[in-house]
């Protein structure tokens, strides 16, 4: 090859690099062959110079030689790693500065790019701590938000409890006050009435078996309970029943639910209504609906009259046609006194209620239950006694 350099010479070596034998893979062909280019001046002597290629092409070879057999055990044990003894690293770490060393006093000179480094890092702190403290003050004032919300919530509840319990001292039942809107949206999650039920809801399931199977044997001991039996199991049941929740609807849309012992006559929620209507002078009756039904007997209790655990009446005025007192005034309302309708939207917890039933219901349906004969056997301690018919 010509030399590039009228004062130097070019020498050039092919090496050819056998396939170890610890090596899983082949070189490549391009990789088995390269090319050193080695320039020597020409005032060294020539022997000097192939004894210099050839220690370098030697150094090569050890060079290849340790790199693949560091692949093929790094290929065997899973990982690179190579070792070293103390001699050979105290030699590779010699030129590293000592931990002892002094510096120059111009290493501890600040420099421009030392300053815009520092105040960098200072803005970028600064602009971490001021996001975490902006963050947790909106978690912080977002919860105290929530507290406050509930302290208020509790306190406006507890209020409106205390209001209800003094009118209830006064008047004499507990009750409660809904205009139509706000009774529309306490219901509104409920179930509408005409709603579809998939087919699955009409499938005969063994619950639902066992039921018709346990109303009808319980409809056919009926007949051979005897009327004592009958008026045991009927007191039994009503003694269960402790509260009878009736709603009275006003033709204005005001809705007044009270609490009632199922003991208690008609005639206690008339008494009950002349205390909280707007005009007590006025005659007023109830009745139930569909179709419409007036309540005559009003000395019958709640449980006779079917209206257990609850039943929804509606009320009108008692005036007949052409009456000086039948105007339009009188029956568009208000029915209820001002400071009973001011009840309305009051929050309240109470405790669940049963829903009052459909006030078409009789009373005999109401007072049907499934109470086993084994509730009222007689006393264990007690011989059965002979009837008299019987002869030994």
């Given at each position: 090859?010509?030399?590039?350099?009228p004062?130097?010479?070019t020498?050039?070596?092919?090496?050819?690099?056998?396939t170890?034998?610890?090596?899983?893979?082949?070189?490549?062909?391009?990789?088995?062959?390269?090319?050193h280019?080695?320039?020597f001046?020409?005032?060294?002597?020539s022997?000097?110079?192939?004894?210099?290629?050839?220690?370098?092409?030697?150094?090569?070879?050890?060079?290849?030689?340790?790199?693949?057999?560091?692949?093929?055990?790094?290929?065997?044990?899973?990982?690179?790693?190579?070792?070293?003894?103390?001699?050979?690293f105290?030699?590779?770490?010699?030129?590293?500065?000592a931990?002892?060393?002094e510096?120059?006093d111009?290493?501890?000179?600040?420099?421009?790019?030392?300053?815009?480094?520092?105040?960098?890092?200072?803005i970028?702190?600064?602009?971490?701590?001021?996001?975490?403290?902006?963050e947790?003050?909106?978690?912080?004032k977002t919860?105290?938000?929530?507290?406050a919300?509930?302290?208020?919530?509790?306190?406006?509840?507890k209020k409106?409890?205390d209001?209800?319990?003094?009118l209830?001292y006064e008047?004499?039942?507990e009750?409660?006050?809904?205009?139509s809107?706000t009774?529309e949206s306490?219901t509104s999650n409920?179930?509408?009435?005409?709603?579809?039920?998939?087919?699955?809801?009409y499938?005969?399931q063994?619950?639902d078996y066992?039921?018709?199977v346990?109303?009808?044997?319980?409809?056919?001991?009926?007949?051979?309970k005897?009327?004592?039996m009958?008026?045991a199991?009927?007191?039994?049941?009503?003694?269960?029943?402790?509260?009878?929740?009736m709603?009275?609807?006003?033709?204005d849309?005001?809705?007044?639910?009270?609490?009632?012992h199922p003991?208690?006559?008609?005639?206690?929620l008339m008494?009950?209504?002349?205390?909280v209507?707007?005009?007590?002078?006025?005659?007023?009756?109830l009745?139930?609906?569909?179709?419409?039904?007036?309540?005559?007997d009003?000395?019958?209790?709640f449980?006779?009259?079917?209206?257990?655990p609850?039943?929804?009446?509606?009320?009108?005025?008692?005036l007949?046609e052409?009456?000086e007192?039948?105007t339009?005034s009188?029956?568009?309302?208000p029915?209820?006194r001002?400071?009973?309708?001011m009840?309305?939207?009051?929050?309240?917890v109470?405790e669940?209620?049963?829903?009052?039933?459909?006030?078409?219901?009789?009373?005999?349906?109401?007072?049907?239950?499934?109470v086993?004969?084994?509730?009222?056997?007689?006393p264990?301690?007690?011989?059965?006694a002979?009837?008299?018919?019987?002869?030994?």
């Open positions: 090859m010509e030399a590039e350099h004062h130097q010479i020498y050039t070596t092919t090496t050819t690099t056998s170890s034998s610890l090596c899983p893979r082949r070189r490549k062909r391009g990789d088995d062959e390269a090319a280019h080695l320039v001046p020409m005032d060294l002597d022997a000097a110079a192939a004894a210099a290629a050839a220690a370098h092409h030697q150094q090569q070879q050890q060079q290849t030689t340790s790199q693949d057999k560091l692949k093929a055990l790094a290929y065997e044990y899973g990982h690179e790693f190579r070792v070293f003894s103390s001699v050979t105290e030699s590779m770490t010699s030129n590293l500065p931990a002892d060393q510096e120059d111009d290493f501890y000179e600040l420099q421009p790019a030392d300053y815009f480094n520092l105040v960098s890092n200072r970028g702190a600064l602009s971490k701590t001021m996001k975490l403290t902006a947790q003050s909106k978690v912080l919860r105290k938000m929530r507290e919300e509930l302290a208020a919530q509790r306190a406006k509840i409106s409890q209001k209800l319990k003094a209830a008047y004499g039942h009750f409660r006050v809904f205009s809107v009774f306490m409920l179930p509408a009435a005409d709603q579809e039920e998939d087919d699955d809801f499938e005969l063994p619950a066992f039921n018709l346990s109303n009808r044997i319980g409809e056919q001991s009926k007949v051979l005897t009327r004592k009958r008026e199991e009927l007191a039994a049941q009503r003694a269960k029943i402790k509260k009878a929740v709603r009275v609807r006003f033709p849309g005001y809705i007044l639910e009270a609490d009632f003991s208690e006559t008609v005639q206690s008494d009950f209504l002349k205390k209507i707007s005009r007590p002078d006025l005659p007023f009756y009745y139930t609906v569909p179709p419409k039904k007036r309540i005559k009003t000395s019958l209790d449980y006779t009259i079917g209206f257990v609850g039943a929804n009446v509606y009320f009108s005025y008692d007949p052409g009456s007192l039948n339009d009188v029956k568009s309302g029915y209820l001002e400071e009973i309708r009840l309305d939207g009051l929050p309240i109470q669940p209620v049963h829903q009052p039933i459909d006030s078409t219901m009789n009373s005999s349906s109401a007072h049907q239950s499934d086993s004969q084994s509730d009222f056997a007689p264990a301690n007690k011989k059965p002979k009837p008299k018919w019987f002869k030994r």
